[in-house]
C-alpha cells in the first residue's frame, strides 16, 4: 500500500497561485495512477487532475483547464498541483488519491491523503 501527505494549502486572493504537492511513501510509487480531488463545503467530492504512472497525457476536470497543471516526478515520489487564476470556486480541501487504474471515479481510488485546505478570497 502507499501513504499519501498533501501540502501546500493556504490561503490566496482570487487571481493568485498555489502548488500543491503530494508526497508518497510505501509500496513502489510508480504502480500506482495518482489523482487530485477537492470538496467544498455541503458538495460531493470532484475530480480535479489525474497523471499516468510514468511521464504521459494528464487528464483534467473541465473546470481547472488551462488554469491548473499536474506534474508528477516517480524518482521523488511526489505529484505536484499547480493552480493559476485562482477563484473563489475553486475553495475546498484538496486530496491526492492513490489507484491501480485511471479513473475520475473517487471511488476507484484505494489510498487518500488527509487533504490540504485552499481558500481562495474575492
Known amino acids: 500500500q502507499v501513504q499519501l501527505v498533501e501540502s501546500g494549502g493556504g490561503l490566496v486572493q482570487a487571481g493568485g497561485s498555489l502548488r500543491l504537492s503530494c508526497a508518497a511513501s510505501g509500496s513502489p510509487f510508480s504502480m500506482w495512477y495518482i489523482a487530485w480531488f477537492r470538496q467544498a463545503p455541503g458538495k460531493e467530492r470532484e475530480f480535479v487532475a489525474t497523471?499516468?504512472?510514468?511521464?504521459?497525457?494528464?487528464n483534467y476536470a473541465d473546470s481547472v483547464k488551462g488554469r491548473f497543471t499536474i506534474s508528477r516526478d516517480n524518482a521523488k515520489k511526489t505529484v505536484s498541483l499547480q493552480m493559476n487564476s485562482l477563484n473563489p470556486e475553486d475553495t475546498a480541501v484538496y486530496y491526492c488519491a492513490g489507484s491501480r487504474a485511471t479513473s475520475t471515479d473517487a471511488t476507484t481510488y484505494t489510498f487518500w491523503g488527509q487533504g490540504t485546505q485552499v481558500t481562495v478570497s474575492s
Open positions: 497523471t499516468s504512472k510514468s511521464i504521459g497525457i494528464p
